[in-house]
């Protein structure tokens, strides 16, 4: 089953410009949704998360955007670079529950390019 | 400060044969985590722990089992490997269940 989609699957952008990557959930019970971002040959790495009582969250040029009526979360990168270029997955979980549905589901990831 | 450790790196198998893949971590995290990932497919979780003596089955279990028999380790074993398996494979672990997820290295497995 795949409860968090995410798009597009590819991204080339030029160096200097706007990476927009989008995820939806569909399990209104999600509380926690982590953005990882992983480089050839390593593991995935939180990037950064965000909890649905705020609609935005920014660590430098990385930006959360989350919709709750709309089901949907986005990962903004700002002034993208070369050093950017890796594969970034959203992730979806439930933050107070301890059964199975307190994992991470991931969404099946994008690969984004920076050209210099 | 090692994390998590996954061994081996890479792997070929042939079909039929068995093997453990290893994850161990030095975090005294309490939840511990089995994933594969496959082009265009993400990350699926195969198996989990919440602790010593714990385990359940995550999205992609059959044909794979673990123990946890302490904190740190968390081994995945493949018990008659098929080419379905043909993945790369990541450990992870965290201090409770859905907090930052720490990744090992990966296992690149082949099955031939």
């Known amino acids: 089953q795949q409860q968090v989609k995410q798009s597009p699957q590819s991204l080339i952008v030029q160096k200097g410009g706007i990476s927009i990557i989008n995820c939806a959930y569909e399990?209104?019970?999600?509380?926690?949704f982590p953005w990882y971002q992983q480089f050839p040959g390593k593991g995935p790495a939180l990037l950064i998360a965000i909890r649905p009582d705020v609609s935005e969250k920014k660590e430098g040029r990385f930006t959360i955007s989350f919709n709750k009526s709309a089901k949907q979360f986005s990962l903004h990168i700002m002034d993208s670079q070369p050093g950017d270029s890796a594969t970034y997955f959203c992730a979806a979980s439930i933050r107070y529950y301890g059964g199975s549905q307190g994992n991470l589901i991931f969404g099946k990831g994008t690969k984004l390019s920076v050209k210099p | 400060n090692a994390g998590v450790t996954q061994t081996p790196k890479f792997q070929v198998l042939k079909t039929g044969q068995s093997m453990t893949l290893q994850c161990a971590q030095d975090?005294?995290?309490?939840?511990m985590s089995w994933y594969r990932q496959d082009p265009g497919m993400g990350l699926r979780l195969i198996h989990y722990?919440?602790?010593?003596?714990?385990?359940d089955q995550g999205e992609v279990p059959n044909g794979y089992n673990v123990s946890r028999s302490t904190t740190e380790d968390f081994p995945l074993r493949l018990l008659s490997a098929a080419p379905s398996q043909t993945s790369v494979y990541f450990c992870?672990?965290?201090?409770?269940?859905?907090?930052?997820?720490?990744f090992g290295q990966g296992t690149r497995l082949t099955v031939v």
């Open positions: 975090m005294n995290h309490e939840y």
């Open positions: 992870a672990s965290s201090s409770v269940m859905n907090t930052e997820a720490f």
């Open positions: 722990s919440v602790g010593a003596g714990i385990t």
């Open positions: 399990n209104t019970a999600f509380d926690y």
